[in-house]
């Protein structure tokens, strides 16, 4: 491909798939060659050197316009298959275990844990 090319869908290692520059409206350009390297620029600004034999896709990636998109209100999230999260502490006791108290209660145990009732901290080795 010649240089100032604009790609997406980039492998790093060689028949392992597409792993870089695949968000909606994305696209790298080819800034360089040298020998089996050539240079990309990411659209994270990241120089970054890939072996020529990897495949990539030429041209930019559609739907460029999806990081302007307005949701506006909570019903737009639901159509689109997202539910409410909701925070352990604002509970009753019989739905969480972090739940219950009077007005802004803490935890109430030692250490944090889901709704399954294990423990949500990291464990030390």
Do not use: Y
Not at 51 to 77: E, F, M, P, Y
Not at 88 to 103: A, L, Q
């Amino acid at each position: 491909m010649p240089l100032g090319t604009a790609i997406h869908n980039i492998e790093i290692t060689p028949g392992k798939g597409g792993q870089l520059v695949r968000a909606a409206g994305t696209v790298a350009k080819i800034i360089a060659k040298e020998g089996q390297l050539v240079t990309l620029r990411l659209p994270s600004g990241e120089i970054r050197l890939i072996s020529q034999k990897c495949l990539a896709t030429i041209g930019q990636i559609g739907n460029v316009d999806l990081n302007n998109l307005r949701i506006g209100k909570a019903g737009s999230k639901r159509w689109l298959g997202k539910r409410p999260k909701v925070r352990g502490v604002v509970m009753n006791p019989i739905d969480h275990p972090h739940g219950g108290g009077e007005g802004r209660a803490p935890i109430g145990r030692k250490k944090k844990i889901n709704s399954l009732g294990s423990s949500c901290t990291w464990k030390k080795k």
